[in-house]
């Protein structure tokens, strides 16, 4: 029988659970554009002081999304199985793994949140904003963790729009918190009357304040939609730890989770490697990160579409359907990154003054982002390949491959760009491109091996 390269039943499915994934993330993302709008209305200063700590706040969230990719790869697998009793013990056990996660990382952010600054080489007039910016939008960590793993869980029997929904009213408490806490009282004069706005004047403590307190909210009401899904409700049922479960989740998540963290930490040393090249520098370097993130936002939406999918597959035993899964994704993510691409490279200096109105900033933010537009597409194929190793639980696999990326690729080669040539931001970022380029081509070859059947259920 003759193998079709790609299922349009399948592609369906892909984008039925992919697009409010898709929608989460370009709300996520317009919230950060607005935030940076917002702080860099103050100062190229108060963006770098913002921007400063981003990439660690990337290093806390990675045990949360990797917690998220455990309980996803072991729930959609006893679903995909028709496993639903253990789909739904599994689905509870998510509850106890974002409080303990949420309570550990709440106690280490808010005691490393004084040195951070300094520790990444800010100079000293960003220390003491990006510290308290820092240690407020960490204080409801437990609130975010359970935000982003009980979406997962939601997302794990094929409901993505709860998070969608719970992720639009976050971002719209963001906003308006930001309004009334980031400026002061002023006069919003409009054709033929004033409007006297009001304001608290907290500047980057106001952002950070916002961001807490919308967190907090989507916590909230991430548990009540979990509670509300009959499939994985804890309502009526024992609610004490199961070890035999949480293990099987945290032997996926613990690779997840140190994949994250080194990548998120390699963000971390390749941003204090941007803070030697100055203010401007870094404000633009951080800028420019917030500024591509709306351009991949299909990538990630397709990466959760397919993780869940492959898990089905895996549970299922159907390597047919994980491998059509996978071409599926893959054309669809890189088909639409190869248009997002193209975009984010004939208007990248449009892109910079959403955020800043400084032009050094804007040049400089501007000459990276052509750089990056052309990287788009390979940088998806990684992440949807990533996803399908993530769906059936080979979360070791990319856990190697980021670290050669990461370290031995993009950190080692910034490290020679900057401290031995003394080249500027445009050689660092392609240093970036060669470690995304590296770790797609290294998950292509292991994929095409085919040593992921052993992780298929026979």
């Not at 904003?129 to 820092?134: K, T, V």
């Not at 309004?179 to 033929?192: D, E, R, W």
């Not at 895996?314 to 047919?320: F, I, K, L, Q």
């Not at 248009?339 to 910079?352: A, E, W």
Request: aromatic letters at 8%; hydrophobic letters at 50%.
């Amino acid at each position: 029988m003759k193998t079709v390269f790609v299922d349009r039943s399948r592609i369906h499915s892909l984008l039925r659970l992919a697009w409010p994934v898709m929608i989460e993330e370009a709300l996520a993302t317009v919230v950060q554009y607005i935030d940076a709008a917002m702080v860099g209305r103050l100062g190229a200063a108060a963006s770098a002081a913002v921007g400063l700590t981003n990439t660690v706040t990337w290093l806390i969230n990675a045990p949360l999304w990797a917690a998220g990719t455990g309980v996803l790869a072991v729930v959609s697998r006893e679903f995909g199985a028709h496993h639903t009793s253990e789909g739904h013990k599994a689905a509870i056990q998510s509850i106890w793994i974002a409080l303990i996660f949420g309570a550990v990382l709440t106690c280490i952010t808010q005691a490393v949140s004084p040195a951070l600054p300094g520790w990444m080489g800010a100079e000293p007039s960003l220390r003491a904003p990006a510290s308290a910016y820092f240690s407020i939008i960490c204080l409801p960590l437990i609130f975010r963790a359970l935000m982003i793993i009980l979406g997962s869980t939601l997302r794990s029997v094929q409901d993505t729009r709860t998070p969608m929904r719970v992720s639009l009213l976050v971002n719209i408490l963001n906003i308006l918190l930001n309004a009334v806490l980031i400026f002061p009282t002023h006069q919003l004069i409009l054709p033929g009357f004033k409007i006297s706005i009001p304001g608290a004047g907290l500047g980057v403590r106001g952002a950070a304040i916002a961001t807490a307190v919308s967190f907090t909210a989507g916590g909230i009401a991430m548990f009540a939609a979990m509670w509300r899904n009959p499939a994985i409700s804890p309502k009526g049922c024992p609610f004490t730890p199961n070890s035999v479960i949480l293990r099987r989740c945290l032997l996926i998540t613990g690779p997840a989770a140190a994949t994250r963290i080194v990548s998120c930490l390699g963000h971390v040393v390749f941003s204090a490697q941007v803070t030697h090249l100055g203010t401007q520098a870094l404000a633009a370097h951080t800028l420019a990160l917030t500024a591509e993130e709306g351009f991949y936002i299909p990538g990630y939406g397709l990466q959760a579409a397919v993780s869940t999918l492959s898990g089905n597959a895996a549970g299922a035993g159907d390597t047919d359907a994980l491998k059509g899964t996978c071409r599926s994704g893959l054309l669809i993510g890189t088909g639409i990154m190869c248009i997002t691409g193209l975009i984010l490279f004939l208007i990248p200096s449009q892109m910079m003054r959403l955020f800043t109105t400084d032009p050094g900033v804007i040049r400089d933010g501007a000459a990276v982002l052509r750089i990056v537009a052309l990287s788009e597409p390979i940088f998806t194929a990684a992440i949807i390949l990533e996803g399908v190793f993530d769906g059936i639980g080979d979360t070791t696999t990319p856990l190697i491959y980021s670290l050669i990326s990461m370290w031995g690729v993009r950190i080692f080669l910034s490290h020679i760009c900057i401290s031995w040539f003394h080249l500027y931001l445009e050689a660092v970022w392609v240093c970036m491109v060669f470690g995304n380029i590296t770790n797609m081509l290294l998950l292509a070859v292991r994929y095409r091996q085919g040593r992921w059947r052993s992780f298929v259920a026979h």
